[in-house]
């Protein structure tokens, strides 16, 4: 499945829509958020995540999405069942994320 990149424009509609969605918080500057990336890619091919979608937010160009979560440090990874936020974690750990993922399986 793709990673979707979304902004404060479309993430409300999107997550709403969606029944599970994990959402990777990064910035341009981020040189772990840039590291994890085709760690991202790789999950959300991962058949064991199926049904959940993946999310990629600028969290410097949409305040409003990182408000939403409660962003602290990059990467940050939250995830929301439809619009309500589960959890959410600032980590660069592959592990910490499959964690996090099984918490919506």
């Not at 994890?36 to 990629?56: T, W, Y």
């Not at 409003?64 to 979560?69: M, P």
Request: with cysteine.
């Amino acid at each position: 499945m793709a990673v979707e990149v979304l902004n404060d424009d479309n993430f409300r509609a999107t997550i709403s829509g969606n029944d599970k969605t994990v959402v990777k918080y990064f910035a341009g500057w981020c040189g772990s958020c840039r590291l994890f990336a085709p760690k991202f890619k790789r999950l959300s091919d991962d058949e064991r995540f199926n049904g959940i979608s993946f999310v990629d937010v600028d969290a410097e160009k949409n305040p409003d999405a990182r408000k939403l979560a409660g962003v602290t440090n990059l990467p940050f990874f939250a995830i929301f069942k439809g619009d309500q936020l589960v959890s959410g974690l600032a980590t660069s750990k592959e592990e910490a994320v499959v964690d996090l993922l099984n918490q919506l399986n």
